[in-house]
């Protein structure tokens, strides 16, 4: 009963930490807009946290280059489990524009888990609220929580 609670309660309230890994920042001012009353996510129960050790979802946006990548992977570690991450925009699933910079260390699902993918470039807020039913959808199915 208290797992069934305790994902109820999860699906109902996703707590999202935004990792910045070096986007050209279009991504995150499109995070933003989802906040705002035309979108209005926290409705849904969506919140942004200010830490990853109170996140249940890691959105991540821009490419990962060799210099951030140690900062995803450490962020990762600090995010309790079980937690979603999702890819957001196409720096993030597939590094993109950067794909050939010798710096690009890889798409981001080479180094963490990926349950979602948001694409675009940026995203359009209708990609990212169905990435957050995607979410959801994952979470329920879920068996170890
Ligand atoms: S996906 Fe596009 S908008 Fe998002 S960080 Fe990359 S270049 Fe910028």
Known sequence: MLKGLKK??????????????????????????????????????????????????????????????????????QTPKPCLVAAFGSCAISGDLFVDSYNFAGPLDKHIPVDVYIGGCPPKPEAMILGVVRAIEKLNKLKDL
């Open 8 to 77: 109820g309660a999860l699906a109902r309230s996703l707590w999202v930490y935004h990792v910045s890994a070096s986007p050209c920042n279009n991504c995150d001012i499109e995070i933003l807009d989802l906040l705002t009353p035309r979108f209005d996510v926290e409705r849904f129960g969506l919140l942004l946290v200010g830490s990853p050790r109170h996140a249940d979802v890691l959105l991540v946006t821009g490419v990962v280059n060799k210099k951030v990548l140690d900062r995803v992977l450490r962020v990762y570690a």
